[in-house]
């Protein structure tokens, strides 16, 4: 079982909006920056937002990422079909002194 | 603009080693931090280990210590994941990825394509 945990699945039709959490405790997600990776059908994963919050260059403003307190969330606006992928959240954990990814959450655009 | 290629797909038998690689370019290897993820078929990201430059060694996740070795040439920019005594759970998809090189690691970008390891009797 990951540490961090999402849920496994969230939908929406094109255009709409979607959130994906990630819940953590204060040895990881409470302590340490969150990031999120898109991995589209048999592709690696790419980084959607690191420190929590902030966008690598290219990707559009309609990813979002927050944290508060031990939970991160993912934000999707203006959903588009080539959003459908795997979502990850990760950060690293003091406790088990090593990076972690959440379980992954599949979107799917209806 | 770093670029990683990783070396082909390995069908291994258990208790065999394999040894994958990634080819750095755009960078030298002594400017990056590269890290080692698996994802294993259906299944989700597992961070295998990588190089910590606050304190200069590479650091693995408990569960691969004592199997897992990943050497760097810096003559070459190439990095490299040896895992040891494989058995089936190992078969995954192995990919290398670089990490921000100033301290434990916080996000990962770029990342290479992925190496498919095969582990079968």
């Known amino acids: 079982q990951s540490v961090l945990t999402q849920p496994p699945s969230v939908s929406a039709a094109p255009g709409q909006k979607v959130t994906i959490s990630c819940s953590g405790s204060s040895s990881n997600i409470g302590n340490n920056y969150v990031s999120w990776y898109q991995q589209l059908p048999g592709t690696a994963p790419k980084l959607l937002i690191y420190d929590n919050n902030k966008r690598p260059s290219g990707i559009p403003d309609r990813f979002s990422g927050s944290k508060s307190g031990t939970s991160a969330t993912l934000g999707i606006t203006g959903l588009l079909t080539g959003d459908e992928a795997d979502y990850y959240c990760g950060t690293w954990d003091k406790s088990l002194s090593a990076y972690v990814f959440g379980s992954g959450t599949k979107v799917t655009v209806l | 603009q770093v670029h990683l290629v990783q070396s082909g797909a390995e069908v291994k038998k258990p208790g065999a080693s394999v040894k994958v690689s990634c080819k750095i370019s755009?960078?030298?290897?002594?400017?990056?931090?590269i890290h080692w993820v698996r994802q294993a078929p259906e299944k989700g990201l597992e961070w295998i280990g990588g190089f910590d430059p606050e304190h200069g060694e590479t650091i693995y996740a408990q569960k691969f210590q004592g199997r897992v070795t990943m050497p760097e040439d810096t003559s070459t920019d190439t990095a490299y994941m040896e895992l040891s005594s494989l058995r089936s759970e190992d078969t995954a998809v192995y990919f290398c990825a670089v990490s921000p090189p100033i301290n434990l690691p916080t996000w990962f970008d770029p990342w290479g394509l992925g190496t498919l390891v095969t582990v079968s009797s």
């Open positions: 755009g960078y030298t290897l002594v400017e990056l931090s």
